[in-house]
Nanobody, 116 residues
């Protein structure tokens, strides 16, 4: 069965850090590009960061550049999102996604809340 499971979310104060994990089962991350998305209440889902597992190229939204880092652990088949210097506007449900045929695979989402 193909699935993704996020972990590592929670409540932190502004300026704090969290590390999100996205563990894959039923397939190997190394064959795909993986992305992190987030959705805040009343807002559209937005892309946060992506990584290409074959060449390691990364992408970051302007709002998180310099604060977030995406990485991939092939031995654990897991993608991470290290989030530093968190701001209240980072509060959202975070999802990991793999672009896959015939349809993309999404995790269930995990809450990140940053207090002032």
């Amino acid at each position: 069965e193909v699935q993704l499971e996020e972990s590592g979310g929670g409540l932190v104060q502004a300026g704090g850090s969290l590390r999100l994990s996205c563990a894959a089962s039923g397939f190997i991350f190394d064959d795909y590009a993986i992305g992190w998305f987030r959705q805040a209440p009343g807002k559209e889902r937005e892309g946060v960061s992506c990584i290409s597992s074959d060449d390691g190229r990364t992408y970051y939204a302007d709002s998180v550049k310099g604060r977030f880092t995406i990485s991939f652990d092939t031995t654990k088949n897991t993608v991470y999102l290290q989030m530093n210097s968190l701001k209240p506007e980072d509060t959202a449900v975070y999802f990991c996604k793999v672009a896959m045929s015939p349809s993309d695979v999404w995790g269930q989402g995990i809450q990140v809340t940053v207090s002032s």
